[in-house]
């Protein structure tokens, strides 16, 4: 007897839907050891995102934005509802948080992560933490993310860790491009 047939560009996962109702209550990281920054993109173009999301996301089938041609990917990054922060360490790109604020009461943190070879190094708990204040400096009633199991092992440990809670999972698919 065999499991359910994959089917070719569709790869099976479960999501969990996690919220944070205020502000992170827990205390603030210390910084991490050399120089880090981190900094709002503003009008980031395009090929920079894709830089930073294919690089983040290519372990964990992040696939939603290679579906928007660039000049999409260039109007989505221009909406004042989207903000794009990212994370330097030494003066290179460590990681980027992408947060949306189209509902103006409730904020989705729609992508978040680390570089490969920054993984390992405390900075996840340090970058969510300070996202997550970035978030809260607007008059939002809670912050939503969600993960899969294609995500880091860690992910959601982490979010949890920060208070966020879990309030609803679904199984899905992952449609490949």
Same mark, same amino acid.
């Given at each position: 007897?065999?499991?359910?047939?994959?089917?070719?560009?569709?790869?099976?996962?479960?999501?969990?839907?996690?919220?944070?109702?205020?502000?992170?209550?827990?205390?603030?990281?210390?910084?991490?050891?050399?120089?880090?920054?981190?900094?709002?993109?503003?009008?980031?173009?395009?090929?920079?995102?894709?830089?930073?999301?294919?690089?983040?996301?290519?372990?964990?089938?992040?696939?939603?934005?290679?579906?928007?041609?660039?000049?999409?990917?260039?109007?989505?990054?221009?909406?004042?509802?989207?903000?794009?922060?990212?994370?330097?360490?030494?003066?290179?790109?460590?990681?980027?948080?992408?947060?949306?604020?189209?509902?103006?009461? @409730?904020?989705?943190?729609?992508?978040?992560?680390?570089?490969?070879?920054? $993984?390992?190094? !405390? +900075? /996840? %708990?340090?970058?969510?933490?300070?996202?997550?204040?970035?978030?809260?400096?607007?008059?939002?009633?809670?912050?939503? @993310?969600?993960?899969?199991?294609?995500?880091?092992?860690?992910?959601?440990? $982490?979010?949890? !860790? +920060? /208070? %966020?809670?879990?309030?609803?999972?679904?199984?899905?698919?992952?449609?490949?491009?």
């Amino acid at each position: 007897m065999t499991g359910p047939r994959r089917l070719p560009g569709r790869i099976p996962t479960v999501v969990t839907f996690l919220e944070l109702k205020s502000r992170p209550s827990a205390i603030p990281p210390p910084q991490p050891k050399g120089k880090i920054a981190l900094l709002r993109a503003v009008n980031a173009p395009a090929h920079f995102y894709r830089y930073l999301y294919d690089a983040i996301g290519r372990d964990y089938h992040w696939v939603d934005r290679k579906k928007l041609n660039d000049a999409q990917l260039a109007a989505l990054l221009r909406e004042e509802a989207i903000e794009l922060y990212v994370l330097y360490v030494d003066g290179c790109p460590a990681g980027m948080a992408e947060l949306d604020f189209h509902d103006a009461a @409730v904020a989705q943190l729609a992508y978040f992560g680390l570089m490969p070879e920054y $993984l390992g190094r !405390r +900075l /996840g %708990f340090f970058f969510l933490y300070h996202t997550a204040m970035n978030a809260w400096a607007k008059p939002i009633s809670k912050l939503l @993310v969600n993960t899969c199991t294609l995500d880091h092992q860690r992910a959601l440990p $982490l979010y949890q !860790r +920060l /208070g %966020f809670a879990p309030y609803s999972r679904e199984e899905r698919y992952i449609e490949l491009p």
